[in-house]
Antibody, heavy 121, light 111 residues
Framework: EAQLVESGGGLVRPGGSLRLSCGASGFSMTTYAMTWVRQAPGRGLEWVANIKQDGSEKYYVDSVEGRFTISRDNARKSVYLQMNSLRAEDTAVYYC??????????????WGQGTTVTVSS | IVMTQSPLSLSVIPGEPASISCRSSQSLLQNTGHTQLVWFLQRPGQSPQLLIYLGSNRASGVPDRFSGSGSGTDFTLKISRVEAEDVGIYYCMQALQTPITFGQGTRLDFK
């Protein structure tokens, strides 16, 4: 069974950094692009970043561009989100998800359980 | 691309049908001929779950009472007979271009 498990969330002060991890099991990670999506408390879903199967291309929502970096280690079956210069508005549950589709994004078909990031002094 | 859902809240009687609309600010037709529109359900306290992709394709394990339709900029998710496990928030999402964007969500509950 394909599964994703996020970790690395926690409480951090404004301006601080955090690195989220997402471990994959039950499928070959090299075949799939991956994504991070977040959900602020009581709010809807917001796409954060994508990374291609081989890590050659990365895309970000404007609000995190230059502060967040998505990366992956296919040998370790993991995807990461390095978050720097964190702001209160980055407070959210962060989900990683698998992207269905080879040359296009057809869906996010497998989601992790999420990890909570709280940015507060 | 701005995604607009309606209604934002929906109260239904169990066993009755339900319908949610999603409109995009530009066409979601890919040059492959596919429509890059996705539907998710987020049950209370859970992660989002894929329901429909490419506008009308049900994901694996999704009951056939769920159906997606539409083209261009106007899309609909229909539930033929709402059941208890269908309660939650429904989101549409466009996957045509980055930034990928979601609708505001439609909360479905029982009357």
């Amino acid at each position: 069974e394909a599964q994703l498990v996020e970790s690395g969330g926690g409480l951090v002060r404004p301006g601080g950094s955090l690195r989220l991890s997402c471990g994959a099991s039950g499928f070959s990670m090299t075949t799939y692009a991956m994504t991070w999506v977040r959900q602020a408390p009581g709010r809807g879903l917001e796409w954060v970043a994508n990374i291609k199967q081989d890590g050659s291309e990365k895309y970000y929502v404007d609000s995190v561009e230059g502060r967040f970096t998505i990366s992956r280690d296919n040998a370790r079956k993991s995807v990461y989100l390095q978050m720097n210069s964190l702001r209160a508005e980055d407070t959210a549950v962060y989900y990683c998800a698998r992207i269905l589709g080879v040359y296009t994004i057809d869906a996010f078909d497998i989601w992790g359980q999420g990890t909570t990031v709280t940015v507060s002094s | 691309i701005v995604m607009t859902q309606s209604p934002l809240s929906l109260s239904v009687i169990p066993g009755e049908p339900a319908s949610i609309s999603c409109r995009s600010s530009q066409s979601l037709l890919q040059n492959t001929g596919h429509t890059q529109l996705v539907w998710f359900l987020q049950r209370p306290g859970q992660s989002p779950q894929l329901l429909i992709y490419l506008g009308s394709n049900r994901a694996s394990g999704v009951p056939d009472r769920f159906s997606g339709s539409g083209s261009g900029t106007d899309f609909t998710l229909k539930i033929s007979r709402v059941e208890a496990e269908d309660v939650g928030i429904y989101y549409c999402m466009q996957a045509l271009q980055t930034p990928i964007t979601f609708g505001q969500g439609t909360r479905l509950d029982f009357k």
